[in-house]
């Protein structure tokens, strides 16, 4: 079984300053690796994923994630952050099957002030 | 890119009664589509994954007889939540796998539907 673990409920950074997400990550086997973000009322928007190869992935809106295995982490991070970033970001894990389930962890609150 | 949406994006509905909700691939075909429910402020829990011609596989803890899930065609999979309570009410956001794709890779997910049950 997999699991996923955010290790912060909330972030709170000002506009133009980096910001970490936390993500670490349980599981028995190999897995893909992912970060969702959702704005208020809305669904989940895919912003990058591992697969394979590089441990180092860029995504969209200027985010990145690094694969750490040993450290069964996959934090997220952005160099500077907009208050447009305001949102609740969610990593996820799952098996390498086309079926397989998404397994969520509890998400980050990223509340960006000016 | 892949496009899912849901209809309807809100609904209010009396204790009782029972309620629809669509969920559409706009430009690809799924075979499996992906059904979940978020209370405020919380994750994202997995209710079931619904095949293509086939019966839904729930998640334990989801009563399939109250949320019915049809997945009649590669383009559509409905969720009926059957006598709905106030404690029904919530976020349910669907997600679905492009027949083509890859690996589970490329779920896309729908914007989601708030039901409140009075």
């Known amino acids: 079984a997999q699991s996923v673990t955010q290790l912060d409920s909330q972030v709170p950074v000002f506009e133009e300053a980096p910001v970490e997400l936390r993500c670490n990550y349980s599981?028995?086997?190999?897995?893909?690796l992912f970060w969702y973000v959702q704005y208020p009322n809305q669904g989940l928007q895919l912003l990058l994923k591992y697969l394979s190869g590089s441990t180092l992935v860029k995504g969209i809106n200027g985010f990145e994630a690094e694969f750490n295995k040993s450290q069964t982490s996959f934090h997220l991070r952005k160099p500077s952050v907009h208050i447009s970033d305001t949102a609740e970001y969610f990593c996820?894990?799952?098996?390498?099957?086309?079926?397989?389930?998404?397994?969520f962890g509890t998400g980050t609150r990223l509340q960006v002030f000016p | 890119g892949a496009v899912v949406s849901q209809h309807p994006s809100w609904v209010i509905c009396k204790s009782g009664t029972s309620v629809k909700i669509e969920c559409r691939s706009l430009d690809f075909q799924a075979t499996t589509m992906f059904w979940y429910r978020q209370f405020p402020k919380q994750s994202l829990m997995l209710m079931a994954t619904s095949n293509e011609g086939s019966k839904a596989t729930y998640e334990q803890g989801v009563e399939k007889d109250k949320f019915l899930i049809n997945h009649a065609s590669l383009t559509l999979s409905t969720l009926t939540v059957t006598s709905a309570h106030p404690e029904d009410s919530s976020f349910y956001i669907c997600?679905?796998?492009?027949?083509?794709?890859?690996?589970?890779?490329?779920?896309?997910f729908g914007p989601g539907t708030r039901l409140t049950v009075l």
């Open positions: 997600s679905a796998t492009p027949l083509a794709g890859g690996p589970s890779d490329t779920q896309y």
């Open positions: 996820a894990v799952s098996g390498y099957t086309r079926t397989d389930k998404l397994i």
């Open positions: 599981s028995s086997v190999s897995v893909y």
